[in-house]
């Protein structure tokens, strides 16, 4: 079992950037592929980015492609997702996930969820 907590979020404007973190806790983070979900409001939470369970393999929604970076260091049972040229369409609170199953975008792939974090950039 996994334990996640994000943080990062935060008012950004259009062409910035943010960074944001997931923090794990529990002794199986490096068994777990990750992934990166975000929620508009009044919308369907959708797939942002995933990572493989050694980081070496990642792949992304084609709306974020070449805009953000997802990476993970195991040592320290942290994911991370780089937001680069953030647009006002990127509003939502963002989500980390952890699953057994690797290379999913569907939501009921990912086991364990944090709590969020609101990334919200004005125009």
């Known amino acids: 079992q996994v334990q996640l907590v994000e943080s990062g979020g935060g008012s950004v404007q259009a062409g910035g950037s943010l960074r944001l973190s997931c923090a794990a806790s529990?002794?199986?983070?490096?068994?777990?592929?990750m992934g990166w979900f975000r929620q508009a409001p009044g919308k369907e939470r959708s797939f942002v980015a995933g990572?493989?369970?050694?980081?070496?393999?990642?792949y992304y929604a084609d709306s974020v492609k070449d805009r953000f970076t997802i990476s993970r260091d195991n040592a320290k049972m942290t994911l991370y997702l780089q937001l680069n040229s953030l647009k006002s369409e990127d509003t939502a609170v963002y989500y980390c996930?952890?699953?057994?199953?690797?290379?999913?975008?569907?939501?009921?792939?990912?086991?364990?969820w944090g709590q969020g974090t609101q990334v919200t950039v004005s125009s």
């Open positions: 529990g002794r199986t983070f490096g068994t777990y592929s």
């Open positions: 990572i493989s369970r050694s980081g070496a393999s990642a």
């Open positions: 996930a952890a699953g057994a199953t690797g290379w999913r975008t569907d939501t009921s792939a990912f086991d364990y």
